[in-house]
């Protein structure tokens, strides 16, 4: 996990969506 990913959602990117996903994968928050 890049420290970075979760800056990102703070700028509201448009790849927000697609980091996030990708974070809540690794953290297994999915559930």
Known sequence: MK????H???????KNTV???ANRMMRGDLM
């Not at 420290?3 to 979760?6: D, E, H, L, S, V």
């Not at 990102?8 to 448009?14: A, D, H, R, S």
């Open 3 to 6: 420290p970075t990913a979760n």
């Open 8 to 14: 990102l959602p703070v700028f509201n990117f448009p």
């Open 19 to 21: 980091l996030e996903k």
